[in-house]
């Protein structure tokens, strides 16, 4: 006989019907006669109920059997009179798979902080939280590429070593073999990469983007999901080095298209775990609320988690020029009673997150795409405005989040690409193939890059990047 799963037995209705049941422990209660364990299994959120009587089962199996203890259960199935579940396994055999001792067992049946879970990250997937997480992150993973096979783009696996630099902010692990502690240098003293494993000087990619414009300008509409990687020493709650990435690219479109594709994206996206993984978003709602309680009053969240996704289903994107954002900003009461960290002070500035912010969440009240933004302030490939200062850029800006889309229309025109590239003492040498494009068959095009973990943090409710990616990647982080 098989085993049958958490997920499927908890919904049958199949009474007297004898199941095989595995899973680990999440609680046991003994009491004189009868033994109640809560099964999980991790295909759902919910536990199946196991009833053991002690005059059927030895009793002192369960001196072995505590919170964390693999078990296989072999029972009958039982129409359950409890309110919380349909059945439960009233078990006939119980093996005890792997023993889990209390006193060394660090996930126990209580409150642990989300900073003690970091720690235990190869355990933490045993907890609620965790599994209902995990579980969302697949649901979404999946939805991304469904959402792009349905409208006939074209999955492309760009390079993860590359010898480029997408976003042209250096922020560049290296890939090497050289020997570190015998570094083979020049006449002039600088490291000789000639002699490295690839012959020249190469990173981790930051973007898979570059690439996917290869592949766009024959297949039309093609996009990458991979990881991308960031040596930038900010140790905030939305920054990883290693994250992952949906980065669409599309032919014969504008910036105007490409703020469509990334609303309708977005709204599918949210919709689509609304769907299909309405138990976990329960369950996290309720996450959010317990954590809201224990704020001060005037810094709570008057949403529930289900609003905010409902927020962003329901309200059409607001869209202006960061020249207009800019006006907002000098002139917000934010600004004027000093609230932010930092004051916009003239045009021209980065906008932080408490910038994009304030736009979203007390302005205009609905998700915003800014436009036209300095070109100082964006990355080489973008497309130049007449206006010869401001380039066709788009941020998506999201409550809690900030930016969670960066994306714009390329520069296609040969010349002003090759200006650009210049003007910024870019090495024209390792781009000859990107700068080939605009010279074969060059047209306008458009993509964007979704930063897939600022996603799960916002369906999910949670407050750190840390805890919607298995295993965080960050500055003087890398255990697991
Ligand atoms: O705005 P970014 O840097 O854009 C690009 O890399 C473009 N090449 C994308 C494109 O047009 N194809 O990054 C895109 C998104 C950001 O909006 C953010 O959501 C996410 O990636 N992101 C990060 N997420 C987690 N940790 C980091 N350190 C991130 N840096 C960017
Ligand atoms: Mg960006």
Same mark, same amino acid.
């Given at each position: 006989?098989?085993?049958?799963?958490?997920?499927?037995?908890?919904?049958?209705?199949?009474?007297?019907?004898? !199941?095989?049941?595995?899973?680990? !422990?999440?609680?046991?209660?003994?009491?004189?006669?009868?033994?109640?364990?809560?099964?999980?299994?991790?295909?759902?959120?919910?536990?199946?109920?196991?009833?053991?009587?002690?005059?059927?089962?030895?009793?002192?199996?369960?001196? @072995?059997? =505590?919170?964390?203890?693999?078990?296989?259960?072999?029972?009958?199935?039982?129409?359950?009179?409890?309110?919380?579940? #349909?059945?439960? /396994?009233?078990?006939?055999?119980?093996?005890?798979?792997?023993?889990?001792?209390?006193?060394?067992?660090?996930? %126990?049946?209580?409150?642990?902080?989300?900073?003690?879970?970091?720690?235990?990250?190869?355990?933490?997937?045993?907890?609620?939280?965790?599994?209902?997480?995990?579980?969302?992150?697949?649901?979404?993973?999946?939805?991304?590429?469904?959402?792009?096979? $349905?409208?006939?783009? *074209?999955?492309?696996?760009?390079? #993860?070593?590359?010898?480029?630099?997408?976003?042209?902010?250096?922020?560049?692990?290296?890939?090497?073999?050289?020997?570190?502690?015998?570094?083979?240098?020049?006449?002039?003293?600088?490291?000789?990469?000639?002699?490295?494993?690839?012959?020249?000087?190469?990173?981790?990619?930051?973007?898979?983007?570059?690439?996917?414009?290869?592949?766009?300008?024959?297949?039309?509409?093609?996009?990458?999901?991979?990881?991308?990687?960031?040596?930038?020493?900010?140790?905030?709650?939305? =920054?990883?080095?290693?994250?992952?990435?949906?980065?669409?690219?599309?032919?014969?479109?504008?910036?105007?298209?490409?703020?469509?594709?990334?609303?309708?994206?977005?709204? *599918?996206? /949210?919709?689509?775990?609304?769907?299909?993984?309405?138990?976990?978003?329960?369950?996290?709602?309720?996450?959010?609320?317990?954590?809201?309680?224990?704020?001060?009053?005037?810094?709570?969240?008057?949403?529930?988690?289900?609003?905010?996704?409902?927020?962003?289903?329901?309200?059409?994107?607001?869209?202006?020029?960061?020249?207009?954002?800019?006006? #907002?900003?000098?002139?917000?009461?934010?600004?004027?009673?000093?609230?932010?960290?930092?004051?916009?002070?003239?045009?021209?500035?980065?906008? %932080?997150?408490? =910038?994009?912010?304030?736009?979203?969440?007390? =302005?205009?009240?609905?998700?915003?795409?800014?436009?036209?933004?300095?070109?100082?302030?964006?990355?080489?490939?973008?497309? %130049?405005?007449?206006?010869?200062?401001? !380039?066709?850029?788009?941020? /998506?800006?999201?409550?809690?989040?900030?930016?969670?889309?960066?994306?714009? %229309?390329?520069?296609?025109? *040969? $010349?002003?690409?090759?200006?650009?590239?210049?003007?910024?003492?870019?090495?024209?040498?390792?781009?000859?193939?990107?700068?080939?494009?605009?010279?074969?068959?060059? /047209?306008?095009?458009?993509?964007?890059?979704?930063?897939?973990?600022?996603?799960?943090?916002?369906?999910?409710?949670?407050?750190?990047? @840390?805890?919607?990616?298995?295993?965080?990647?960050?500055?003087?982080?890398?255990?697991?």
């Amino acid at each position: 006989m098989k085993r049958i799963e958490i997920a499927t037995l908890i919904q049958s209705e199949e009474f007297g019907k004898e !199941v095989i049941v595995m899973g680990w !422990v999440r609680t046991v209660r003994i009491s004189k006669n009868v033994a109640f364990i809560a099964l999980n299994d991790g295909s759902c959120l919910k536990n199946a109920q196991i009833v053991a009587d002690l005059s059927v089962i030895e009793p002192t199996v369960f001196d @072995r059997i =505590h919170t964390g203890t693999s078990l296989k259960i072999v029972g009958k199935l039982v129409e359950s009179i409890g309110k919380e579940q #349909i059945n439960e /396994v009233h078990a006939t055999a119980i093996d005890v798979l792997g023993e889990a001792n209390p006193d060394h067992y660090p996930i %126990q049946p209580k409150k642990h902080s989300l900073e003690f879970l970091r720690e235990n990250a190869h355990l933490r997937f045993r907890t609620n939280l965790f599994g209902a997480i995990n579980r969302v992150r697949h649901h979404m993973i999946f939805a991304i590429h469904k959402y792009f096979n $349905d409208r006939g783009f *074209y999955n492309i696996h760009t390079p #993860i070593i590359t010898a480029s630099d997408c976003e042209g902010a250096g922020e560049m692990f290296h890939v090497t073999t050289l020997n570190l502690n015998n570094i083979p240098k020049t006449q002039t003293g600088a490291v000789d990469w000639s002699q490295d494993f690839f012959g020249r000087e190469t990173n981790l990619t930051v973007s898979g983007q570059l690439e996917a414009e290869l592949a766009a300008l024959a297949l039309s509409k093609v996009y990458t999901f991979g990881p991308t990687f960031r040596a930038e020493n900010s140790n905030t709650s939305r =920054h990883l080095a290693e994250f992952w990435m949906i980065e669409p690219e599309v032919a014969f479109s504008d910036i105007h298209d490409n703020m469509d594709l990334a609303e309708d994206m977005l709204k *599918y996206l /949210v919709q689509y775990a609304l769907d299909h993984c309405a138990e976990d978003i329960e369950f996290l709602e309720q996450r959010l609320i317990n954590e809201e309680k224990s704020k001060p009053q005037n810094e709570r969240s008057t949403m529930t988690l289900r609003q905010k996704l409902r927020f962003v289903l329901d309200n059409t994107f607001e869209r202006l020029t960061y020249s207009e954002a800019i006006e #907002i900003l000098k002139n917000s009461p934010d600004q004027k009673k000093n609230k932010f960290v930092y004051p916009i002070k003239e045009w021209g500035a980065d906008l %932080q997150s408490e =910038h994009e912010r304030y736009l979203v969440e007390k =302005h205009f009240k609905k998700p915003v795409i800014l436009t036209d933004y300095p070109k100082e302030i964006k990355a080489f490939y973008m497309k %130049q405005n007449p206006d010869g200062k401001t !380039v066709a850029a788009m941020d /998506v800006l999201f409550p809690q989040i900030g930016e969670i889309i960066g994306g714009s %229309q390329r520069e296609e025109n *040969y $010349d002003k690409l090759l200006q650009r590239i210049n003007e910024l003492g870019m090495s024209k040498k390792t781009l000859w193939w990107y700068l080939d494009t605009r010279r074969f068959g060059t /047209v306008v095009h458009s993509g964007f890059g979704l930063g897939f973990e600022r996603l799960m943090l916002f369906i999910t409710g949670m407050g750190n990047i @840390r805890d919607v990616i298995p295993f965080p990647r960050t500055p003087k982080s890398a255990e697991f």
